[in-house]
């Protein structure tokens, strides 16, 4: 994600300007500036910048003109810059100073500053007003630090400052703002502003100490832009770099040799993630190059990478990975020598699994870098793809683009882009709805969606839920999938294609960079001449009327896949045909006809589906109908597929029936594709193994419906196996369903088994055969069901010792009968002591005077860090000590 950074700069109390000062290692509130964290730590450890007494850093104040010129004149001396003959002026200035009400802890600097043209005397009034320090600007800092510079750096050579308020700068400091921003030490705003009269904070000006003083020390020396990349398998990378004083830079480079960085340093890259028009500054040491800066307002790194999307699994030498853009899962065969980076450092596939199992409420988010190889896989040869490269993050978000199937006031459901994959999206109360960059409302999108085909960007939360929604009439740019175009020619140097009347002509780098695809009932790879063949035909012989193609894209625009068929053929190729298609929730069928709500048009039923025809239907030849002719019809997550069974839901209220069909010039419906999405009424009967439900509702219909292996609840008071039971019949439901029309979500919104009884929650002990709770004495039911976060016990009888052992205190929540029996419990560990055993992947050890037990924890990373610990090995020295553990409001053990 983009950190605001809006000028890099930021005045700090530096190292010696103070008498009591405290080190980063132990500032309490860096995590505030998450963003310059670790520059506040990289300028500490360089000796330049100190906290204050209280253990704080106070990134977000602000800095006087005082203490801005007390850093400049302490970064020139630790880089070894001070001019000769300016320092010890004090004398010469006193006077003005005095006048001007310096601060005397700052007038020595100050002084400097007069003597080195680093300050103007008319500077001077700003410092102070009736004798209180004024806080001082951006554009006012970026004169001081410019001017400082400019006995290195010619300041009249730039190209002309690009700020959106550029003539917001002064005239005079605009100079000294274009040599910072040429040098990669000051930037703009997230919406490419300057801000040059806004006050400097101590963060920001953390952020330029550090730039400035990597430049200075020749750790940040020369910038330029790449015009050139190849990559050579990924084994090394050959680029080329136009420097901005005209010279070119050839490199040869590998991650072997080379550091890449993120502009402000902090984050380390892979050389996989530059790409041609990126900025970058080159750090030499000597003649040799030693790093390089990506100075560019950078998408995420995976966005470079051929793959982009969430790592649903990683194991057995395979990585499972969910596209980005598509929702379709591929798997990669992880390369020998493959390369892992972790929040842009390199790390090991162990730490990656980590990463997975830590996070598993979040999205790993991963570039990959792949190759594809023709080897033998169970005695034939096959194409295998491998993963060479893996650069992974978290997010709490994703984003995700596709065709709008429905929308309401509280869902959107959509077919992701380029796939079959679909998705339906609940509203996070504060979800911001767009149409284009305008932002609207829920009713307008659905307005809009009601009108005709739409397109929908979502961003979903760690949740599940969606927090923003943009809606279009056009597709969203998808550069890994193209649409379908006709092809105008094609030949070594180029592709002419066209699509809505519209030619475009793709010129070719090198054919040898495009992998291409003809379709002989299946998709053939071969070379371009094959390629060039197939398009050309048998002149003997009228082969095609129109050939068809759809080309893959990498992210710099370049064409990286070909596919290519022949009209007749396009339908099996790409699963189109000139049939019109619709999709959408139906309104009813009566008389024989199908009616979205979305549509006026009503679609006329055939009267057998659901058979295998014998005979395969021909696009061109729409009035061949014979009886024996049967067409497919299928209802997601229904047990049976029929006519009887879609009608009977299309016009039933309490259930809500998604369909998408086909149709030909008269209306006919020759495909239906239909599933439900939503539906309420009476739990008749749910088996579990066999992953049925069935359900009536009110009009009197029953359905039997599919379900995934454990749907989930809205309550712990229930789960899957209770609605098994009896007691649950006839209690009535609302059903959520998944994208194959599964029911997901099984919600009880008025229980008869649960009708009559009451729930009670408090610490828990015995009382002789009984369960005391707040007080009160409870009769164990002969089914008590007791389920926890904090262990994994589930018997009535272990549960008994560990509420008898006095070193172990448990909260319980608990349903009670009208015969006060305890029927169900969810019980917490709250508190416990005794000698500890072991850590163990997420779980604790520990032996009390009863015996051992085993509890929960948070995850690995977070409860190393609540201990204080580096490593999970260091719980080795905790063995046989004496400890108490600390569980959170989850039930997990969080420090010990």
Known sequence: MKRKMAMALAAVLVAGSLPVTVSAATFTDINEVSWASSTIQAVSDKGLINGYEDGTFRAKNNVTYSEAMVMIYNLMDKTGNLKAGATN??????????????????????????????????????????????PATRQDVAVMFGRALSAKYDIYAGTGVKYNDVWRISDDAMPYVDLLTRLGIVSGDDNGNF???????????????????????NDLANTGEITQIVNHDGNYYD???????????????????????????????????????DKVSLVFDGMVITKIYLLDEEASAQEKYDAVGYIYSLKDGYLNLESENTGETTKYKIDTNCTYYLGGK????????????????????????TETKNEKVDGKRQDVLYAKAVYVTVKDEYTQTGEVTDFSSTTVSYKASGSNARKSVDFASDCEFYIGDKKSSAKNLEEMAESGTVYVKVTVNSKGKATKVVMTEDKFTDNTASSTYTVKGFNKDRIIVSRGGTSTTYEFGSTSDITYYIWEGKWNEVSFRGAESFYDGDDDKQDYNTMYARMNFDKSGKITAIYMVKDNEREAAFG??????????????????????????????????????????????????????????????????S????????????????????????????????RLTAAEGKLVEYDKGKKEFTLETPDGSQFKLKTVSNPKTDSDDYDAEDLETTGYRGSSVKLEFNN?????????????????????????????????????????????????????????????????????????????????????????????????????????????DTRSWVFNTVSKNTLLKNCGLDDEKEFEKKEGKNVTLEFNSDGLVEEL
């Open 643 to 674: 006519l009887t069974v879609l009608t009977r839901m299309a016009n039933c209220d309490d259930v809500t029936l998604y369909a998408e069909v086909r149709a030909n010039s008269n209306n006919e419906l020759t495909r239906i594709d239909a």
């Open 346 to 369: 390199k790390t090991t596939e162990s730490n990656i699994k980590n990463v997975i199992s830590d996070n598993s409420d979040k999205y790993v988010y991963a570039g990959l870098y």
């Open 89 to 134: 002026t004090l004398p010469m200035y006193q006077s003005v100073l005095n006048t001007y009400k310096i601060p005397t802890w700052s007038q020595s600097t100050v002084a400097y500053g007069l003597s080195a043209q680093i300050l103007m005397a008319s500077d001077l009034p700003k410092f102070t007003t009736n004798g209180v320090a004024n």
């Open 576 to 641: 189109e045909s000139e049939a019109s298609e619709k999709k959408g929730t139906v309104e009813s069928i009566k008389d024989g006809k199908l009616k979205f709500k979305t549509s006026s048009t009503e679609y006329k039923l055939l009267n057998e589906y659901n058979i295998d025809p014998k005979d395969k239907y021909d696009p061109d030849n729409e009035n061949m109908y014979a009886n024996h002719f049967k067409y497919p019809l299928t209802i997601g997550g229904a047990q049976t597929s």
């Open 239 to 277: 680029i080329d770099v136009k420097m901005d004083n005209g010279e070119r830079n050839k490199l040869t480079i590998s991650d072997d040799n080379i550091s890449i960085y993120n502009k402000d340093g902090s984050k380390e890259m892979p050389i996989s993630s530059l790409t041609k028009g």
């Open 195 to 217: 801000n040059p009269t806004a006050n400097i904070t101590r963060a920001e000006m953390a952020v330029m100490m550090n730039k400035t003083y990597d430049l200075l020390t």
């Open 740 to 848: 194959d029309g599964e029911i997901s979500k099984i919600i009880v919104t008025d229980s008869k088994y649960n009708s009559g009884t009451k729930r009670v929650k408090g610490t828990a002990s015995v009382d002789g055969s009984k369960i005391k709770i707040d007080g009160k004495s409870y009769s164990w039911d002969s089914k008590t069901y007791i389920t926890s976060s904090s262990f994994t016990y589930s018997s009535k009888d272990m549960f008994e010792r560990m509420l008898k052992d006095k070193d172990i205190e448990v909260y319980v929540e608990a349903t009670i009968s009208d015969k006060d029996k305890v029927e169900r419990i969810n019980a917490k560990v709250k508190s416990a002591e005794g000698e500890f055993v072991e850590y163990d992947n997420g779980s604790v050890t520990i032996e009390t």
